[in-house]
């Protein structure tokens, strides 16, 4: 266990964090330990409040924890100083927001260039190619020239998603990605995380939906801030276990 702790893609040690309110302290992650491997797909789940937005912005390093740590790729996200981690977080993780975030002066395409301008990737015929082209991957090109508040809801959400992939990062992070989009543009969002993990990326996507969460190969339920429940957890021991067996195999030899 500690070893995988120490060789995990994503590690979380002790993760806790506390918000401090007028009505008190709030316990909204109660000293997680945990790791996600590398190109696995994974889906949290849990009800609304128990802390699956909250994690997300420990592993992006939005926010801070109160106790822990996070290691990706063997750095500290929280040890970063701001630049040096806009950066970093620009290259390796596309990030969707619950409530998207999309820039509300910019247009659709704008938004999806933006990651791919700061990050200093391409020309800008060559940003605003790709833009097009991701925003027509996820239903929404006929929309590039419009502002966000001109818009649905589920539009936005996509041209999040969009925004999300246009560095191409390793890490893709996403927090209720299809919340607001109907059955088929959920569906084709699922077909197209499905592709990005046969293609090698590691996915961390919250979901409330149990449906969508089997889409993903490893799903963790959170409860007031704790894992109770890791479909991985099980295969992971057994495997660990028959490594162990080949270990003292050798041994004996
Ligand atoms: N900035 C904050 N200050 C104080 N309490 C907060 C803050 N952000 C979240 N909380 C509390 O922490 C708990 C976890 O919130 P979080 O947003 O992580 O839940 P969630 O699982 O993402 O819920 P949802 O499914 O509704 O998005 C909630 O009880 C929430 O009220
Ligand atoms: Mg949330």
Redesign the pocket.
């Known amino acids: 266990m500690m070893s995988e702790l120490r060789n995990g893609f994503i590690q979380l040690q002790d993760l806790t964090?506390i918000?401090?309110?007028e009505a008190g302290d709030?316990l909204?992650?109660d000293s997680i330990n945990l790791v996600f491997h590398e190109r696995e797909f994974t889906s949290v789940v849990?009800?609304?409040?128990?802390?699956?937005?909250?994690?997300?912005?420990m592993i992006t390093g939005i926010?801070k924890p109160t106790r822990g740590r996070v290691v990706i790729q063997g750095r500290e996200v929280q040890s970063l100083k701001e630049n040096q981690m806009a950066r970093w977080r620009g290259r390796n993780l596309g990030i969707i927001f619950?409530f998207y975030q999309l820039l509300p002066v910019l247009t659709l395409l704008e938004n999806v260039m933006l990651p791919m301008q700061l990050a200093g990737l391409g020309t800008l015929a060559q940003q605003a190619r790709r833009a097009y082209a991701l925003l027509k991957l996820v239903g929404v090109a006929e929309h590039w020239k419009k502002r966000p508040s001109m818009v649905s809801g589920g539009q936005q959400q996509s041209t999040a998603i969009a925004r999300a992939l246009a560095n191409d990062p390793p890490i893709l992070i996403a927090?209720?990605p299809t919340g607001n989009l109907g059955t088929r543009a959920g569906a084709n969002i699922m077909r197209i995380f499905q592709n990005l993990a046969a293609q090698g990326k590691t996915i961390i996507m919250?979901t409330?939906d149990r449906e969508l969460a089997g889409h993903a190969q490893r799903t963790l339920t959170?409860e007031d801030?704790r894992i109770t429940n890791d479909t991985n957890g099980l295969e992971g021991a057994r495997s660990m276990r028959a490594d162990l067996n080949v270990s003292f195999r050798g041994n004996q030899l």
């Open positions: 964090k918000y401090q309110t709030f909204a992650l849990g009800r609304s409040g128990s802390g699956k937005s909250t994690l997300m912005n926010d619950q927090d209720e919250v409330h959170i801030g």
